[in-house]
């Protein structure tokens, strides 16, 4: 009986793009589909300090040995050939939690410095962010986005088995007072246990100014425990928000965007709706991805990966890396196929890939 590398547990598959002959002669990450990735999305590690139900397990993953993640020189080159040599203009750092990566105001800052200057974000769980929002404003970050799921310290500890709410409060103050504006929280919300929260998240979002996303729970937990049926919609989430808030489309071009933004009471407040699984916005997708061992992504949900480290290791040019990297991304799906049924989760986590 044949058995798959999937069904063994093994990891996607990592290599070099495949060279297709029909790729136009284009510098830019362009795809089969007519897309440009310009925006980078980079996982600084995948460790992290919470351990959110809808993530990992209590007792955390195995992390990535230490000598597998990119060095901060490595890391470095890679974006600086993303950047000055692929057209890449955003940057958005993730992680895992991004401020447990030692030097990371170091890599901002290089990143800050190279031209043309690309626009600079962070998403993190925002515990630490208080003490080092003004040291990340200063390295060059533009504004950043803080996952928060609930207003209530009990529920918190029990969605993320860690009773630090308070913490990540004091960051999305910090955060605003160092001027990284518009800060934005990410929340999921999840059936049965913070679903009746969308309204109070919001009203807390417009009181203080921040700017609050909804994003619809994605099957990346590294349990594979993902069931849609149990699923928060985009829908759902509209209904409970129509119930306290008048919500009309914000009127502005969303491009490549992931969330739909609509004013909240005619405004100026805003809030976003991420619907990836029953919205999804692959055709306008911008991203191109690289996980903390080096590895491109061309999606999300992608199951396989292209190997840098290897090159970078390996003695390959900035000219051979930016080749490859552009081969990974041409060959790039036209969706996740979420709703086929052949659909597989990756075998990497969101932990992992980086949001």
């Known amino acids: 009986m044949h058995v798959t590398a999937t069904e063994l547990g093994l990891p996607a598959l990592r290599g070099t793009a495949k060279r297709d002959p029909g790729r136009p002669d284009d510098s830019r990450l362009i795809d089969g589909f007519g897309r440009v990735a310009t925006d ?3 996982s600084l590690t995948d460790r992290c ?6 993530c990992m397990p209590a007792e955390g993953l195995d992390w990535m040995p230490r000598e597998e993640q990119l060095t901060d020189a490595e890391l470095v080159r890679l974006v600086t050939i993303a950047v000055r040599d692929l057209g890449v203009h955003e940057l958005r750092f993730t992680g895992g939690e991004p401020l ?20 600079i974000s962070l998403t993190t769980n925002g515990i630490g962010l208080a003490r080092r929002a003004e040291a990340l404003a200063a390295a060059g970050v533009n504004r950043l986005n803080v996952s928060m799921d609930t207003l209530r310290p009990e529920r918190f500890a029990s969605i993320t088995r860690r009773d630090r709410l308070s913490d990540v409060l004091a960051g999305l103050a910090a955060a605003r007072a160092a001027g990284l504006e518009p800060v934005k929280i990410n929340s999921v919300l999840l059936r049965g246990v913070n679903d009746d929260e969308a309204t109070d998240l919001l009203a807390f979002a417009v ?19 993902w069931q849609r049926a149990e699923m928060i919609t985009a829908g759902e989430i509209m209904e409970k928000l129509a119930t306290r808030f008048t919500l009309t489309p914000d009127g502005e071009e969303r491009g490549g965007a992931p969330a739909e933004r609509y004013l909240v009471d005619g405004g100026p407040s805003r809030v976003g709706v991420i619907a990836s699984v029953t919205r999804p916005f692959c055709g306008a997708c911008d ?10 992504r061309s999606c999300l949900f992608a199951r396989t990966e292209t190997d840098l480290r290897a090159l970078v290791r390996g003695g390959a040019s900035d000219a051979e890396i930016a080749d ?16 086929d049924p052949g659909f597989l989760q990756p075998d990497r986590p969101m932990s992992a890939i980086g949001g």
């Open 40 to 42: 980078l999305r980079i």
């Open 49 to 54: 300090n919470l351990r959110c139900t809808y």
């Open 100 to 119: 447990l990566r030692k030097g990371l105001e170091e890599v901002i800052a290089a990143s800050a410095a190279l031209e043309p200057r690309p626009d």
């Open 207 to 225: 009181e203080h100014g921040y700017e609050l996303r909804f994003i619809e729970q994605m099957p990346l937990d590294a349990q594979h425990g």
């Open 287 to 296: 991203r191109t991805r690289l996980t903390a061992d080096g590895q491109v």
């Open 324 to 339: 490859v990297w552009r081969y990974a991304m041409w060959g790039k799906l036209a969706g996740h196929g979420i709703d």
